[in-house]
Nanobody, 118 residues
């Protein structure tokens, strides 16, 4: 079992920055693939960024060059640094953990709202 708690969402003007954090407890964090997804009103949940246990990362094309995912295994925490935010980044952002050896979809946090005003 993995328990995830997100924080760091809020309201920001276009061009601004936010950093999301996701604190994990439960199964060995360092072996988990961690990811951030988002879901805007009326849209499906989509992958924003993913980081595997070795540190390799994957990003959605829409956020490449603006967002950075990172992890601190000593703190059991994954981060999403979001720069140059746009109104279309407005969504609920969800942390996701897939422990080694377990299938998708893994575990989800409760979500944190990010609103970018124009």
């Amino acid at each position: 079992q993995v328990h995830l708690v997100e924080s760091g969402g809020g309201l920001v003007q276009a061009g601004g920055s936010l950093r999301l954090s996701c604190a994990a407890s439960g199964r060995i964090f360092s072996a988990n693939t961690m990811a951030w997804y988002r879901q805007a009103p009326g849209k499906e949940r989509e992958l924003v960024a993913r980081i595997i246990s070795g540190g390799a990362t994957t990003y959605a094309d829409s956020v490449k060059g603006r967002f950075t995912i990172s992890r601190d295994d000593a703190k059991n925490t994954v981060y999403l640094q979001m720069n140059s935010l746009k109104p279309e980044d407005t969504a609920v952002y969800y942390c996701n953990a897939v422990p080694l050896g377990l299938p998708l979809p893994g575990y989800w946090g409760q979500g944190t709202q990010v609103t970018v005003s124009s």
